[in-house]
């Protein structure tokens, strides 16, 4: 079993910056895809980025050039920064592991899932 903590969610305003951060803990974590979800209220979750054990990366057309995923060294951590902050961009933001080599960008490939951290985007 994985457990995924997130943690860096808030409130900023529009324009602004935040960084979320994912650790992983539980059964020997390797060779895993590592992704951010969100979902707004009223609308279905989407993919916001990925990243695979060998470092592709993902990124949903509408953050491409605001936000990038990144991992550590360990790659038991993922984070997700997030600049120039949207009020569009407001939505509770999950992040998931599925075990595999290759870049994974959808959710239903993804087997484990962590409890959400809330992001907020004031005009």
């Known amino acids: 079993q994985v457990q995924l903590v997130e943690s860096g969610g808030g409130l900023v305003q529009a324009g602004g910056s935040l960084r979320l951060s994912c650790a992983a803990s539980?059964?020997?974590?390797?060779?895993?895809?590592m992704g951010w979800f969100r979902q707004a209220p009223g609308k279905e979750r989407e993919t916001v980025a990925a990243?695979?054990?060998?470092?592709?990366?993902h990124y949903a057309d509408s953050v491409k050039g605001r936000f990038t995923i990144s991992s550590d060294n360990s790659k038991t951590t993922v984070y997700l920064q997030m600049n120039s902050l949207k009020t569009d961009d407001t939505a509770i933001y999950s992040c998931?592991?599925?075990?595999?080599?290759?870049?994974?960008?959808?959710?239903?490939?993804?087997?484990?899932w962590g409890q959400g951290t809330q992001v907020t985007v004031s005009a």
């Open positions: 539980g059964r020997t974590f390797t060779r895993y895809t």
């Open positions: 990243i695979s054990w060998l470092g592709q990366t």
């Open positions: 998931a592991a599925g075990p595999s080599w290759v870049l994974k960008a959808r959710g239903d490939e993804y087997t484990y």
